[in-house]
């Protein structure tokens, strides 16, 4: 089994994948249990003075002026994970809680949180046993991290409350962690806190939709060049020399993965033929590259805003190299946030723009020759006339879903925590976003392979034709009277989710974009 190495300078979102949806197994190195050890002794140190020091011997966030004397301590760890463990509604997804573990797991092994050695390895024997505790979709604000869903997880380290096992079944943590022959932890001074105190929730989920997020725009880059083709437009507009005038970086990028994947096409350039009389193709054909380049170099800020809070230690108080213990804003998810709002906007306008193409494959007043919603027998066959529908209430969906949640802020801990980031909210947004781009996608793909195979007596590009052999081969069917559409529709879904038909494109391209 693959192993990634905690140490102290952060991770990569590369492990961050591997560990929450590859079940990597989790290890901390050397350097980062001598870290944890040092950052524990000052830690102990200063919960041995007389003076109050925040999160280590005094209350939190509104109660912060009470100085908590040595023989309550430890309840007041254990009681501020019970406290803040407040979540509501639906189950978050497993491989959401693993990531969400993991990335707090990065940040106490960095050596500025002041966690016991033993506590940071007892979170990767969790990882690594399989047990992942149940965390709810509400909760967190996205200020001082998400606290509701970290502290379900650090609830289930301490042996308590309801987590799901190797094998699916949800039972109590503490017969889990039991059965797995882990010791529950007795949290010390300032560990509760630094348990739940992260944006490690957002984060990972910022991370994993950024992964999910490159596959669709090189897949709507396909079925924009597909559908291109089935309306014999012209791929001139796609010339390199046209993109590097205006040089950012995403359109460059996708006019060449749809330049390449209509090379060698015998349907496209028939402009001036009576059948397809034009000047120019459409906004949505002619402007492909323009729109999901400007989500490409999108999601390239946001790589980079994930790149820097992988590589951060996110907790208040921290334990600084010099011995200090300072209290900070750190944990502020207004960073990510952002950029999570901004990808749920370009994803929304990606949709809109390749239900606006398949519209036009449907429409026999736009589509150059191509029987009326690709039906077979129009007017006893309906053809494709509710698939759109079908995508046409995904893109609605998906411009609701972009409304930004980072521009919302409510008040709370009775004003103490008086501006919040709502990070959490605008990633789970995000998530049903990217369902839905699968989905809007894979309907134009379904609608532009059947349009191009009722293009009788022209061939396709050699890409396009792997394209449409490889999705026929997984289900998605062809030209035809009227059938039960809906196992089509899931076929194509899949075909797009699982790379399947980027696979097929690139066996004739060679690597996309």
Known sequence: MHTVVVGTSGTTAEDV???????ARVELSAE?????????????????????????????????SRHISPELRAQLQRNIVRSHAAGMGPRVEREVVRALMFLRLKTVASGHTGVRPSVAQTMADLLNAGIT???????????????????????????????????????????????????????REKEGLALLNGTDGMLGMLVMALADLHKLYTSADITAALTLEALLGTEKVLQPELHAIRPHPGQGASAANMAAVLKGSGLTG???????????????????????????????HAALVASRELAAAVDNPVVLPDGRVESNGNFHGAPVAYVLDFLAIAAADL?????????????????????????DDAGVDSGLMIAQYTQAALVSEMKRLAVPASADSIPSSAMQEDHVSMGWSAARKLRTAVDNLTRIIAIELYAATRAIELRHGLTPAPASRAAIAAARAAGVQGPGPDRFLAPDLAAADAFIRTGA????????TGPLA
């Open 17 to 23: 994948i591997a560990v929450a949806r590859g079940n």
């Open 133 to 187: 505790p149940v965390v709810h979709e509400y909760g967190s604000l996205g200020c001082s991290g998400d606290l509701a869903p970290l502290s379900h997880c650090a609830l289930a380290l301490m042996g308590e409350g309801d987590a799901e096992g190797p094998d699916g079944t949800v039972r109590p943590a503490g017969e889990l962690l039991a059965e797995a022959g882990i010791e529950p932890v007795e949290l």
């Open 351 to 375: 949709g809109s723009i390749a239900e606006r193409r398949t519209d036009r494959l449907l429409d026999k007043n736009r589509s150059h020759g191509l029987p009326p919603f690709l039906a």
């Open 270 to 300: 028939h402009f001036q033929e009576e059948s397809a009389p034009r000047v120019q193709d459409a906004y949505s054909v002619r402007c492909a590259p323009q729109v999901a380049g400007a989500g490409r170099d999108t999601m390239a």
């Open 501 to 508: 038909l980027v696979a097929a494109v690139e066996t004739e």
């Open 32 to 64: 980062a249990l001598d870290a944890l050890a040092r950052a524990r002794e000052i830690v102990e140190g200063l919960a041995a003075k007389p003076e109050p020091v925040y999160g280590v011997s005094t209350g939190f966030g509104a109660l912060a």
